[in-house]
Antibody, heavy 117, light 110 residues
Framework: VRLVDSGGGLVQPGGSLRLSCTAS????????MSWVRQAPGKGLEWVSL????????FYVDSGKGRFTISRDNSKNTLYLHMNSLRAEDTAVYYC???????????WGLGTLVTVSS | QSVLTQPPSASGTPGQRVTISCSGS????????VNWYQELPGTAPKLLIN???QRPSGVPDRFSGSKSGTSASLAISGLQSEDEADYYC???????????FGTGTQVTVL
């Protein structure tokens, strides 16, 4: 199992960014996937989850209306579209495979998002 | 603000047993299984314990998990220097419809 996160970078407050996570080594469509972030010097914060089919999505309260999780099962790729970014969204964002909706058993290496003017 | 509460730090000498608590509520730990993650310095988090007390393949048996009511615990028996890391509990919360992490505990090997 391998997860490769990408798409992070420096963005101005109010801007947008799309993160990607390319998966390999397992049947991607059979698993829910999540995004988790970690602000500098802070703990882990779950951001979003999408079911294997993409039919259901869930978000942390601070991301509702601003973040959209999606997936392309034909490309084995997970996405996180982030709009109206704020300084407090600055963090390393990890994608993770969700096993049975209950636990995150494989993680990517993370991609850094910095929101600053 | 996390809904799962952990002590900010724990420590022990090599070979000692260290226990980390995780306190939640009826909507998370009380209703769903608890998982534990280990974050070594500079690395991505790693699943340590799933489903309250199950060790994934490759996790040493000195790590063990338990759950009772709305609380859970992670025990490290025979503490080793490579166990210095941050540890997080986590569970699905039925009221928030969200996955919640604990506040995290930094373990130091003296």
């Amino acid at each position: 199992v391998r997860l490769v996160d990408s798409g992070g970078g420096l963005v101005q407050p109010g801007g947008s960014l799309r993160l990607s996570c390319t998966a390999s080594g397992f049947t991607f469509s059979r698993y829910a996937m999540s995004w988790v972030r970690q602000a500098p010097g802070k703990g882990l914060e779950w951001v979003s989850l999408i079911t294997g089919s993409g039919g259901a999505t869930f978000y942390v309260d601070s991301g509702k209306g601003r973040f959209t999780i999606s997936r392309d099962n034909s490309k084995n790729t997970l996405y996180l579209h982030m709009n109206s970014l704020r300084a407090e969204d600055t963090a390393v964002y990890y994608c993770a495979r969700a096993s049975g909706w209950s636990y995150l058993d494989y993680w990517g290496l993370g991609t850094l998002v910095t929101v600053s003017s | 603000q996390s809904v799962l509460t952990q002590p900010p730090s724990a420590s022990g000498t090599p070979g000692q047993r260290v226990t980390i608590s995780c306190s939640g509520s009826s909507s998370n730990i009380g209703s769903n299984t608890v998982n534990w993650y280990q974050e070594l310095p500079g690395t991505a988090p790693k699943l340590l314990i799933n489903s309250n007390d199950q060790r994934p393949s490759g996790v040493p048996d000195r790590f063990s998990g338990s759950k009772s009511g709305t609380s859970a615990s992670l025990a490290i028996s025979g503490l080793q220097s490579e166990d210095e890391a941050d540890y997080y509990c986590a569970a699905w919360d039925d009221s928030l419809n969200a996955y919640v992490f604990g506040t995290g505990t930094q373990v130091t090997v003296l």
